[in-house]
């Protein structure tokens, strides 16, 4: 192999493919602006946490007891507590939206917890299950807070005899590993980068090919010494730099405006995403070279890159709950192999097994798009 005139054509070619990427404007503007509008979007506007619940009190017991047991309520920055007269008021409350959960008290709750079990009526606005089990899980630790302080206060006035009524009791002291905030916006951003990535790479490298057949430039190269690797390599070159400052700045938002930690080696995690970049980027040159049309080819690669990487890489779904058949699915995904790597080099650190097993997944899936793709541009017409 002649090492010189391979690198002399692979400059030319890649100084061809840089001049055409600078001359088209949209999609330059696209591979840059794109991935500003989804970090803001994705990381502002999309959030499993559950802030702001509107809740109803019904408090047909309004004695200090009652009052005091609410106060957990009232003094949570997720609750927006507001009272109501009646049971019927707070239903309609309900059926409006205006409320997504209703307390009632009833009336004879004072002298029911005098007894030692006072229940209190709790209904929520089960239209959308998720939110719904967090609702009821907020307003339940917001109720327990009383009967906390109320253990503690006689802790501190009889020591002993508190002591001996927690005698054979278990008590459970939680923590929470690698996302000990609780922010959704921790477990969400990792899954944006692969987003970002994914419809860069597959998206506007799509095109580029196909562009080539349709004009007719890419019969011209037939007759020239160039080699389908330096076809490839060169139509690759200027959209990795693209691609690498948008990996950067999806870096710098994680960090600067989201906060999300990165417990794994920045080096490995950008090894990770110049990993998968080239994976995306060559779907979409494979893609574009199967299909020999623009419009076609923008399309497939949607349909087959983007849209399974959201749905089904383990982005917003947590893929072990899905059937059999969607799991194969997920999991024949580049974007999920890619997804728990960088939530794992985020989130946990440098665990081994996780981080080779990614690594390599993401090498095979090179190593084989290249293959693929470069039987596409095989010095051949028709």
């Not at 253990?151 to 508190?162: C, N, Q, S, V």
């Not at 059937?323 to 946990?348: E, I």
Request: hydrophobic share 50%; proline share 4%.
């Amino acid at each position: 192999m002649d090492v010189s005139g391979f690198f002399r054509r692979l400059r030319a070619l890649v100084m061809k493919e840089t001049h055409q990427m600078l001359r088209d404007r949209s999609n330059l503007l696209v591979g840059l602006a794109l991935p500003v509008t989804m970090i803001l979007l994705f990381g502002y506007g999309m959030s499993f946490d559950v802030k702001d619940v509107r809740v109803a009190l019904v408090m047909e017991d309004a004695s200090p007891q009652a009052q005091a047991v609410m106060q957990g309520i009232g003094g949570s920055r997720y609750m927006q507590p507001q009272w109501v007269n009646s049971l019927h008021e707070a239903e309609a409350l309900m059926r409006r939206h205006e409320v997504e959960a209703i307390v009632q008290v009833p009336a004879d709750f004072s002298r029911q917890l005098q007894t030692g079990t006072a229940p209190v009526q709790l209904l929520v606005n089960g239209s959308e299950s998720t939110q719904a089990s967090t609702i009821e899980g907020y307003i339940s630790g917001a109720l327990a807070l009383h009967a906390q302080k109320q253990a503690d206060r006689a802790a501190l006035l009889d020591t002993g005899k508190a002591a001996a009524a927690t005698v054979g009791s278990a008590s459970v002291v939680s923590r929470t590993w690698f996302n000990e905030a609780g922010e959704s916006t921790w477990f969400l951003v990792p899954g944006l980068l692969v987003m970002v990535l994914t419809m860069i790479g597959a998206f506007l490298t799509s095109l580029l090919i196909a562009r080539e057949w349709e004009r007719g430039t890419l019969e011209s190269l037939f007759v020239t010494p160039v080699r389908p690797l330096e076809i490839v390599l060169a139509k690759l070159a200027p959209w990795l730099v693209v691609g690498a400052i948008d990996l950067a700045m999806c870096l710098l938002a994680a960090h600067f405006l989201f906060e999300v930690p990165m417990r794994g080696s920045l080096a490995l995690i950008v090894l990770a995403g110049m990993l998968y970049l080239t994976v995306s980027l060559l779907i979409g040159l494979f893609i574009s070279g199967r299909t020999r049309n623009q419009f076609q080819a923008s399309q497939m690669a949607l349909l087959t890159s983007f849209l399974p990487s959201m749905m089904l890489s383990g982005f917003v779904f947590d893929l072990r709950n899905a059937p059999a058949v969607v799991q194969a699915v997920g999991h024949a995904l580049p974007a999920t192999h890619f997804m728990g790597l960088m939530k794992s080099l985020f989130l946990m650190g440098n665990h081994g097994p996780t981080l080779w097993q990614g690594l390599l997944a993401l090498l095979g899936y090179a190593l084989l798009l290249l293959w693929g793709t470069l039987r596409t541009v095989q010095k051949r017409l028709g």
